[in-house]
């Protein structure tokens, strides 16, 4: 790895003094490659952090464009790029955060092939999508891939977030596991229609960052095995243990033989 120079040492200095991390971690931050999949509520305050801890490459993949009813809780956007494709407004703001980030912007929504071959490119996967079937999709991606995935989800004052450790052979539950069948497809449970308050959507992105930047940085310790439940009303955080589905369309193939005997 190479070695950190006088501006990164400075500019990550709080960082690097963490004993977790040290130059280490943060030289494994510096050459690290993630795919973030939204850049939403929850991608939004993820790339912000991404970025200042010094994620080396970031691929930013969303479709939409910037609209004024994002811009509560959508914290990297901003007034001004209204209109823009959120992807590439992101990534205007990243540079002016940290201009050593390499990002690059996908204006379009990762499908297919094309999901495929960005999430084998990565180390990580941060999936910030308002939707089950991009979800779905990423962890099938992610799955093949062996690439660990960190994902999320955030309506009115309530979150969510896992850690997928797909690189390691024992990694357990996928998110089909937890999730077998999504709800039916209606509006009733979107942000448009039932309301998102803006700070809980950043408390779960920020969230989504933690988890990336520890593992990333060399850190085990995190969610892997266990959903993180927010209720921003009442400020209560608990987590549950995720179990393995042995009939889980996506991940029963992938799983490890048993050694019980």
């Known amino acids: 790895m190479a070695e950190l ?45 991404l970025a200042g801890a010094g994620v080396g490459e970031l691929t930013i993949a969303d479709a939409d464009a910037v609209d004024v009813t994002n811009l509560h809780r959508q914290v990297i956007h901003d007034e001004s790029r209204v209109g823009w494709n959120k992807a590439e407004s992101a990534a205007a703001a990243l540079y002016r955060l940290n201009p050593e980030v390499r ?16 999430v084998a490119e990565a180390d990580l996967v941060v999936d910030g999508s308002d939707n089950f079937a991009t979800r779905y999709a990423a962890n099938a991606a992610c799955l093949r891939a062996r690439t660990p995935l960190v994902t999320g989800a955030v309506i009115r004052m309530e979150g969510q977030v896992m850690t ?24 009733t449970e979107r942000c448009s229609v039932t309301g998102v308050l803006g700070p809980a959507a950043g408390l779960i992105g920020t969230a989504l960052a933690i988890e990336a930047v520890k593992r990333l940085a060399g850190i085990d310790e995190g969610l892997a095995g266990r959903l993180l439940l927010m209720d921003a009303l009442t400020m209560d955080f608990r987590t549950i243990g995720l179990a393995r589905d042995p009939q889980c369309p996506a991940c029963s193939a992938f799983q490890p033989a048993s050694t019980e005997s």
């Open 103 to 118: 990002v690059t912007p996908v204006p379009a929504r990762l499908e297919g092939e094309d999901l495929d071959e960005a």
């Open 5 to 49: 120079t006088d501006d990164q040492l400075n500019r990550y200095g709080r960082q690097i003094l963490l004993p977790r991390i040290g130059v280490a971690g943060q030289q494994r931050l510096l050459g690290s490659r993630v795919l973030l999949i939204g850049a939403g509520g929850l991608g939004a305050p993820a790339a912000l952090y």
């Open 164 to 187: 997928l450790p797909f690189d390691r052979p024992d990694f357990g539950a996928c998110y089909r596991c937890t999730y077998r069948e999504a709800p039916d497809a209606d509006d």
